[in-house]
């Protein structure tokens, strides 16, 4: 996935309304997901506002099940982009990690007579992240 996109998701995350979501049904077939939804003792059952109305059929399952993904879409994603960023930094970090491991194995002499380059298919972006380019190797402190 690329970064644009990650990006783009972000700012639809961040755009949307913000905190919990739930949802309500009303015994007929619609379900209404609602945004932090909860009870007052004076009210009964309150919320900040319709996120979504889904209308199906008296016990329609697939209604209930898409009302259900709505409303966890307003945790799931962020946990998600969160994980993403997580492991990609992890992965960089191990990246170089290796690059390095390789090119010293490759300047102390003991891989001088492995190639190990040819010894396996390195995907772009991999090889980018261990040997990166030099315009776009990261700037040593």
């Not at 972000?10 to 619609?30: E, I, M, V």
């Not at 900040?48 to 307003?74: C, K, M, P, W």
Request: glycine fraction near 10%; charge should be negative.
């Amino acid at each position: 996935m690329s970064d644009a996109r990650i990006d783009e998701i972000r700012t639809r995350t961040d755009a949307a309304t913000q905190g919990h979501w739930g949802t309500n049904y009303d015994g007929k077939g619609t379900y209404t997901v609602e945004a932090r939804p909860g009870l007052d003792p004076n009210q009964g059952s309150v919320n900040e506002g319709a996120v979504a109305t889904l209308t199906g059929g008296h016990g329609d399952e697939q209604t209930y099940q898409n009302a259900r993904f709505i409303a966890h879409v307003r945790e799931d994603v962020p946990y998600l982009l969160d994980r993403v960023a997580e492991l990609e930094a992890r992965l960089r970090e191990h990246a170089h990690e290796l690059g390095e491991r390789l090119r010293n194995i490759h300047t102390s002499g003991e891989g001088a007579a492995w190639n190990w380059w040819d010894a396996a298919v390195i995907p772009g972006e991999c090889a980018n992240l261990i040997d990166p380019p030099a315009d776009t190797a990261p700037k040593e402190h």
